[in-house]
């Protein structure tokens, strides 16, 4: 069974850069389409990016290339989230999530989520 | 890439059916059959209701069905429960290998 635990809440000035990471267990990351997705106080879902097992390539928002980064560390089965040049619009719980069950496309397993305050 | 279109509020009684519409472009939900809709409670992450459009993972109640024509998918939820009040969201894969999900509806039990 996947499971996804997220790192803690962090609070960030303008200007700076967060890393989220997401340690997978129950099943090897390397196999996995990782996506993030992130919502801002009383705004809806957004879909930020995710590793694209079927293209093997990492697929970003286009609102957010250049900004951000979604790396892997398979040595230790865990998924980062790198945003850089925060904005207070980027105040939002921060979520990673993944197909266990389902086809890559999809998400039926996901993190609680970690706040990112700017 | 914009997000969906989706009624801001659907509301029903208890035991009627409600239907949520969520509108693409040729670009998105009108390409694929990769439409899924999510259902979210205050405070909690996201469940994936339905798949492929129609499709519901293990463990979801069959008042939940989804469809598709066109550009424009839809899920309805029959026999509505007042645990059925929440957001709910759908999102599809797009021709630029992306996802963008919908605006959110937000569903109210009278």
């Known amino acids: 069974q996947v499971q996804l635990v997220q790192s803690g809440a962090e609070v960030k000035k303008p200007g700076a850069s967060v890393k989220v990471s997401c340690n997978v267990s129950?099943?090897?990351?390397?196999?996995?389409?990782m996506h993030w997705v992130r919502q801002a106080p009383g705004k809806g879902l957004e879909w930020m990016g995710n590793?694209?097992?079927?293209?093997?390539?990492?697929v970003y928002a286009q609102r957010f290339e250049g900004r951000l980064s979604m790396t892997e560390a398979p040595s230790a089965n865990t998924a980062y989230l790198e945003l850089r040049r925060l904005r207070s619009e980027d105040t939002a719980v921060y979520y990673c999530?993944?197909?266990?069950?389902?086809?890559?496309?999809?998400?039926?397993?996901w993190g609680k989520g970690t706040t990112v305050i700017v | 890439q914009s997000a969906l279109t989706q009624p801001a509020s659907v509301s029903g009684s208890p035991g009627q059916s409600i239907t949520i519409s969520c509108t693409g472009t040729s670009s998105d939900v009108g390409s694929y059959d990769y439409v899924s809709w999510y259902q979210v409670l205050p405070g909690k992450a996201p469940q994936l209701l339905i798949y492929d459009v129609s499709t519901r993972p293990s463990g979801i109640s069959s008042r939940f069905s989804g469809s598709k024509s066109g550009n424009t998918a839809s899920l309805t939820i029959s026999g509505l429960l007042p645990e059925d009040e929440a957001d709910y969201y759908c999102t599809s894969y797009t021709t630029t290998n992306t996802h963008v999900f919908g605006i959110g509806t937000k569903v109210t039990v009278l």
């Open positions: 999530a993944t197909g266990e069950f389902v086809p890559g496309y999809y998400m039926d397993v």
């Open positions: 129950g099943h090897p990351l390397s196999e996995l389409s």
């Open positions: 590793f694209d097992l079927e293209e093997d390539q990492r």
